[in-house]
């Protein structure tokens, strides 16, 4: 059975760094789930029809990581067709050995509810809009308001909204280096294996 480790939490929280650290340390696939309703959003159209037909290609699109990009994901992120369209990809990819890393917002409570390990990554509003503001070479108070306001509209929409699973182990990266929160993490996968 494929190990899945299961990471959630608010934008720039640090998840998607902690993602791909355990992914390359215990040699498991790597998905960011964001990635597919960002690509979902930037398609255009009706945001159904482009989750249906999403393919390979659409996840490599140069302005994904965008802020807009990010609003946009968000907004479609919302319609339940749109998130059913995208269930069994996810699902496909987390069923590879010798395990899966998937980051996202649902991974622990919807997508993956039975993954050994399941993080919940957060850090405080100001630090999350600082580091995503260097990230993109933004405004950090601008980027405030943008992720309050992404952060609000993922955790209060009815469909597979942003929240820890109830078995969920909170990471708080507020106060962390990036080792630090890597080992950390690290730490918590190798007691559940
Ligand atoms: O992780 P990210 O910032 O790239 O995600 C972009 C948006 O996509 C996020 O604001 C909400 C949505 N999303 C989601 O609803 N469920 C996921 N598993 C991943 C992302």
Do not use: W
Request: charged share 25%; hydrophobic share 45%; net charge negative.
């Amino acid at each position: 059975m494929p190990f899945i480790i299961a990471i959630d939490g608010p934008a720039a929280s640090g998840k998607g760094t902690i993602a791909r650290a355990l992914s390359a340390h215990f040699g498991f696939h790597h998905l960011d789930t964001g990635l597919l309703y960002r690509a979902t959003g930037a398609k255009g159209g009706d945001p159904v029809l482009a989750a249906q037909s999403l393919c390979a290609d659409d996840l490599t699109g140069s302005g994904l990581r965008s802020a807009e990009a990010g609003q946009a994901a968000s907004r479609i992120a919302a319609i339940p067709e749109v998130r059913a369209a995208l269930v069994d990809f996810q699902h496909r990819f987390a069923a590879q050995e010798p395990g899966a890393v998937l980051d996202g917002r649902d991974i622990g409570t919807v997508i993956c509810p039975h993954a050994q390990v399941k993080l919940y990554v957060v850090a405080s509003d100001r630090v999350r809009a600082e580091r995503r503001a260097a990230e993109l070479g933004a405004d950090p108070a601008e980027m405030l308001v943008q992720l309050q306001e992404r952060d609000r509209r993922d955790s209060e929409r009815a469909a597979a909204p942003l929240r820890p699973a109830d078995d969920a182990v909170v990471l708080d990266t507020s106060t962390l280096s990036v080792d630090q929160a890597i080992a950390l993490a690290i730490e918590t996968v190798r007691k559940a294996r």
